[in-house]
């Protein structure tokens, strides 16, 4: 009668353990892994986008001709 009772009460600890321990930090560490792989997917893209912004700067660039030394102004500097 009382290994009934041992086991019983082994079989409720071991039922407690994994139900309320072993099956929310499984269900954490998955979602952490998804959230880790959301923001680097995202992290990809903007770069990505960043690389598209700069090449298309850089083509705008070429584009424009080069002003001639008309624009340029001498200074002097003063001291005081």
């Known amino acids: 009668m009382s290994k ?12 407690k353990f ?4 072993v099956l929310p930090i499984g269900k954490a560490t998955l979602q952490v892994k998804s ?14 986008q960043y690389q598209q912004q700069a090449q298309a ?3 705008q660039q070429a ?7 008309a624009d340029y102004i001498e200074f002097e500097e003063v001291k005081p």
Do not use: C
């Open 4 to 15: 009934i009772i041992l086991y019983g009460i082994l079989l409720y600890l071991l039922y």
């Open 18 to 21: 994994v139900f309320e321990l």
């Open 35 to 48: 959230k880790l792989k959301e923001m680097q997917e995202q992290q990809a893209a903007q770069q990505q």
């Open 57 to 59: 700067a850089e083509k």
């Open 63 to 69: 584009k424009r001709p080069a002003t001639k030394g």
